[in-house]
């Protein structure tokens, strides 16, 4: 009789043990991490550098393509759906200008000619994407990828600066004058887009193609129906490890 007491009594500390670790189990996986790189979500912010690309719409705008650039810096979220596959977002304050030639042809901005010229435009934007991982790399747990994406751009502030270099005649050399007009109602104030972007870890092979337009339909009417160049591209740099 003792010995049924004793097996009894082990068999329900037995039973005992075994359903305090699985308990253990069961909120050690409830606090397994899913943030990180190669995790379920993952945000980092960015940092990249663009340059716009020939060519224009037209002859009545002449940029300087190697002045003529972009910088954005922000945030970018990422769902990952599978090994291969994710989904993401982000948001992102972007600083666009154009630096226009000056000659006899030129319409766009105005058909005045200075010595130099060029419209800043102050953007907030945002995108959506998919992401494909491919390959394998020891470096980076964000491996190699390739985005596919749109954009949309509210440019909320934007001017046009121009500056003309007036001889002194009494004395030697030369003054600047330096105009600016803010505001400015020929230019459209939301922008899309498609993107695309090929990244090996934190180094990012970038692109954007504008699809709609910088001018407004009564500038195209009244003054030039040209188009600055749509495409620009350029590298990105991820923070993150």
Known sequence: MKTIKIIIIFLIAGNFATAQTDSV???KEKKEISYGPDKTHFVHAYFNFMFAVPPSEGTDADIFYG???TFSYGVRYK???ANFFSVGAGLNYT???WHFKQNDDKKIPTS???DKEKLKINILGADVFIRFNFGKNKKSPVGNYVDIGAYGDWDFSDSRQYKNFVNISDTEGYSTFIGSEKNLNYLEKINYGAEFRAGYGRVVL???YRISDIFTQDYKNTVSADELPRLMIGLEIGFHK
Do not use: E
């Open 25 to 27: 189990s069961v909120k």
């Open 67 to 69: 002045k003529s650039h």
């Open 79 to 81: 769902l990952k759906i």
């Open 95 to 97: 600083y666009k200008v």
């Open 112 to 114: 005045n000619i200075y």
């Open 206 to 208: 970038f692109s954007k």
